[in-house]
């Protein structure tokens, strides 16, 4: 059965930073492409980053901000957060395909597994 689990969720003041782990298991998700998505109260769930056995690519609210990056060993994605602001509060979610040497897609219909989400709070 995969699983995909996100933690490192939590409240942070404006300008922190944050790091984001997605464990995922049932399965290798080497050179599979995955991806990190958003969901702030109240809007549609939205593309922050993904990384595919080639190349990362970022929403351009995030771009400069946040890297993702991934362990093909530990079968782990992450996500680096920095320079934080309120704006990215929301329900941060881990998402992977299903085929092997996949390209990153920014819309969430693309993507076959997803973790539960872990929350990312910024004050001001």
């Known amino acids: 059965q995969v699983q995909l689990v996100e933690s490192g969720g939590g409240l942070v003041q404006a300008g922190g930073s944050l790091r984001l782990s997605c464990a995922a298991s049932?399965?290798?998700?080497?050179?599979?492409?995955m991806g990190w998505f958003r969901q702030a109260l109240g809007k549609e769930r939205e593309f922050v980053a993904g990384?595919?056995?080639?190349?990362?690519y970022y929403a351009d609210a995030v771009k400069d901000r946040f890297t993702i990056s991934r362990d093909n060993a530990k079968n782990m994605v992450y996500l680096q957060m920095n320079s934080l602001t309120p704006e990215d509060t929301a329900v941060y979610f881990c998402?992977?395909?299903?085929?092997?040497?996949?390209?990153?897609?920014?819309?969430?219909?693309?993507?076959?597994?997803w973790g539960q989400g872990t929350q990312v709070t910024v004050s001001s």
């Open positions: 998402a992977a395909r299903s085929r092997y040497f996949s390209d990153v897609a920014r819309e969430r219909n693309e993507y076959d597994y």
């Open positions: 049932g399965r290798s998700f080497s050179n599979v492409a």
């Open positions: 990384i595919s056995w080639s190349a990362t």
